[in-house]
């Protein structure tokens, strides 16, 4: 159980446009999914915390109006990076939160790697 | 505020050494711990928790005892493997109120025929 998935799993785009990546719980309910970058051999940067139904909260430096968060459902996240640059290309990571754990466990997506070319 | 330390890597050893990486916390509140693990070009994987003090947490050879009178939470294991290669990362959480995983930095192992 506790599976999150993402999609898609790797992606090149061209400067100038935006990508959407898709974070799903998809046997059980988040109420709130995370939203992390990671620079190759460095940790995760947390980017954002989204609930379900309301406006996600941003890190420190993170600019809200070029990654666009989307909590629509209590399965479903997404991240639109708009207008991306060459120096947006990073791993990211969605994770989950079971709305029915005790412990607050977050469950992690496999990551999606964008390329801006 | 709440961080979490661990050693620096990369760490190297042979197949069948014992391995430890040193992982201490901070926290405000009284946290979770946890261990993940991350393959090369893949996600994190839960490796092991433990939600209170003197709690071993343990899978695949993996243990971990959460110390709260020194903070620590050190990840061992007494034989690697060379599929135990990737990075580790020591993180909580606050068992209260509903924030994010804070991270350490990760440890890179790499283990060699």
């Known amino acids: 159980g506790a599976v999150v998935s993402q999609h898609p799993s790797r992606v090149i785009c061209k400067s100038g446009t935006s990508v959407k990546i898709e974070c799903r719980s998809l046997?059980?309910?988040?109420?709130?999914m995370f939203w992390y970058r990671q620079f190759p051999k460095k940790s995760l940067m947390l980017m954002a915390t989204?609930?379900?139904?309301?406006?996600?909260?941003?890190e420190q430096g993170v600019e809200k109006d070029k990654f666009l968060i989307n909590h629509a459902s209590l399965t479903l996240s997404t991240l639109t990076v708009t207008s991306a640059h060459p120096e947006d290309s990073s791993f990211y990571i969605c994770?989950?939160?079971?709305?029915?754990?005790?412990?607050?466990?977050?469950?992690f997506g496999p990551g999606t790697r964008l390329t801006v070319t | 505020g709440n961080s979490v330390t661990q050693m620096e890597g990369p760490v190297t050893l042979s197949e069948e050494a014992f391995l430890t990486i040193n992982c201490t916390y901070t926290a405000t509140g009284y946290p979770s711990l946890f261990w993940y693990v991350q393959y090369p070009g893949e996600g994190l994987q839960l490796l092991l928790k433990?939600?209170?003090?003197?709690d071993k947490g343990s899978n695949k050879g993996f243990e971990a005892t959460y110390r709260k009178e020194t903070t620590s939470f050190h990840l061992e294991k007494g034989s690697v493997q060379v599929s135990d290669s990737a990075v580790y990362f020591c993180a909580l959480i606050l068992n209260s109120g509903n924030t994010p995983l804070v991270f350490g930095k990760g440890t890179r192992l790499s283990v060699i025929a």
């Open positions: 433990a939600t209170k003090a003197d």
């Open positions: 989204s609930n379900e139904g309301s406006k996600a909260t941003y």
């Open positions: 046997d059980f309910q988040a109420t709130t």
């Open positions: 994770s989950a939160r079971s709305r029915a754990s005790a412990t607050y466990e977050q469950y």
